[in-house]
């Protein structure tokens, strides 16, 4: 952890000594009584965290803050709905690269099961975000939804979005000329391990996406989201 993210209401309380943020703060940072840390507030502000107290249960911790954090970054990132390994990886790896929001969509080609899984029953999925943070040294958590229809969510993005969708079989332009001006937002769309159908591809035009492609290299989800994202980072201005 680059970075120790706390819920508002945990900041009132010790830290039980079983939460793995105090077997990190002991063990790994080897901080004790009196030591400090950098720490933050869930969508909320950095700042610096202060061992108060070690006890046999608890750690005792004092908090002072810093500025508010900037907005999220204008990317909405659209995935048919992957495995849930390749999810956890896309939850966590996405979120630490500065995704404002993820939308994991069914699509013709979703296998059904995948959205009965744990990781989306449970509260599991945020975890991930909360480790994408934590590693880029940042407090802020993309929303997140789930388990609706392609068509839905794409009839709700913003008129005025840039729309992207990445195909290997029909995109005739590849992604790094694609114009997303650095004033406005992305939605970028990746289609689910075996790739958009016909009617998918249908879908996407009818809603204004630009369907482009990453080269000729055939790549695992998990992989094109980050190389596409980056690229669309770089367009948008912010890598430097």
């Known amino acids: 952890m680059n970075l120790i993210l706390f819920e508002p209401a945990e900041t009132a309380a010790p830290l039980p000594r079983r939460d793995p943020r105090a077997t990190h703060i002991i ?9 400090s ?8 502000p950095r700042g610096k965290a202060t061992v108060e107290a070690i006890g046999p249960e608890a750690i005792a911790l004092s908090f002072s803050w810093g500025a508010a954090p900037p907005p ?26 500065g995704v404002g929001t993820m939308h994991f969509v069914r699509t013709e080609k979703t296998e059904p099961s995948y959205a009965q899984s744990t990781l989306w029953s449970s509260s599991e999925w945020r975890r991930h975000l909360l480790d994408g943070a934590q ?22 993005l913003d008129p005025g979005v840039t729309r992207v969708a990445l195909d290997h079989y029909e995109a005739t332009v590849p992604l790094h000329v ?7 937002s992305v939605a970028l769309a990746i289609g689910p391990e075996r790739g958009w159908s016909a009617r998918d591809r249908e879908v996407l035009r009818a809603h204004g996406f630009t369907l482009a492609h990453l080269g000729p290299r055939v790549l695992r989800v998990e992989t094109a989201v980050i190389a596409a994202l980056t690229l669309v980072r770089s367009q ?5």
């Open 27 to 35: 063990e790994v940072l080897r901080r004790g009584t009196s030591d």
């Open 37 to 44: 840390f950098d720490c933050g507030l869930v969508n909320g």
């Open 72 to 97: 999220p970054e204008p990317i909405t990132l659209i995935v048919g709905l992957p495995r849930p390994q390749t999810a956890r990886d896309i939850l966590r790896d996405a979120t630490a690269l």
């Open 135 to 156: 590693q880029a040294f940042d407090t802020r958590l993309p929303a997140v939804t789930h388990g609706r229809a392609l068509n839905e969510t794409l009839a709700a």
């Open 178 to 184: 694609c114009h997303c001006p650095n004033d406005t």
């Open 236 to 240: 948008l201005g912010l890598l430097g």
